[in-house]
Structure formats: structure tokens, C-alpha cells
């Protein structure tokens, strides 16, 4: 089973950028589909943020588009969330998941592992 660990929380001001990263470890990455979540808080529900397919493919939520990027790098096992805050709605715990079964990802992709999550605080 891949074990995920996200990393590069923090606090974000407006304008500025902050890259999240999440280290898989027990599978090559490049043979997961990888996929980013955001909870604004305990009980809601996990919101889809982007996703990484296999072939590299990438997918955004409408709500993020042209400002989160989601890379990998394989040789690091690490897959990457870039975002640029130009306003303070980025507060929420963040967390990544990987599919092993899937070379793509559609919207009904389940994740079967996932990180602890990383916490990440927008202010203006």
C-alpha cells in the first residue's frame, strides 16, 4: 500500500505562492494517479482540488483554475501543488491521495490511500 506524507504548509499572503508537496513512498509515483484535496474544516467535506494522471495529465477544479499548478517529480517520488494566493479563500487543510488501480483520473476516481494533510492559512 502507498504511503503518502504532505509537507510546505503554512501562511500564505495575497500574491504570494506557496508549493505543497507530498512524498510517496512504497510505489513509483509515476505509476499512480495522484490527487489533491482541500478541508476548510473538520466535518466538511473534502473538496476536490487537482489532479495528476499516469500520463501526465493534469485536472483543476473550475474554482482554481490559473492559479494551482500540480506537478510531479518521479526521480523524487514527490508530487507538487503550486499555489498563488491573490486571495485569502486558500485556508483549509490540504491533503493528497493516490489511485493505484486507474491510469487517469475522471471525477469518479476513488483514492485509496492518503496523506495526514498539511495545513495551509490565507490572509489578506
Known amino acids: 500500500q502507498v504511503q503518502l506524507e504532505e509537507s510546505g504548509g503554512g501562511s500564505v499572503q495575497a500574491g504570494e505562492f506557496l508549493r505543497l508537496s507530498c512524498l510517496a513512498s512504497?510505489?513509483?509515483?509515476?505509476?499512480?494517479?495522484m490527487g489533491w484535496f482541500r478541508q476548510e474544516a473538520p466535518g466538511k467535506e473534502r473538496q476536490f482540488v487537482a489532479?495528476?494522471?499516469?500520463?501526465?495529465?493534469?485536472h483543476y477544479a473550475d474554482s482554481v483554475k490559473g492559479r494551482i499548478t500540480v506537478s510531479r517529480d518521479s526521480a523524487k517520488s514527490t508530487v507538487y501543488l503550486q499555489m498563488n494566493s491573490r486571495k485569502p479563500k486558500n485556508t483549509a487543510m490540504y491533503y493528497c491521495?493516490?489511485?493505484?488501480?486507474?491510469?487517469?483520473?475522471?471525477?469518479?476516481?476513488?483514492?485509496?490511500?492518503w496523506g495526514q494533510g498539511t495545513q495551509v492559512t490565507g490572509s489578506s
Open positions: 489532479a495528476l494522471s499516469r500520463n501526465g495529465n493534469t
Open positions: 512504497r510505489r513509483a509515483i509515476s505509476s499512480l494517479v
Open positions: 491521495a493516490a489511485d493505484t488501480y486507474l491510469s487517469d483520473w475522471t471525477p469518479k476516481t476513488y483514492f485509496g490511500s
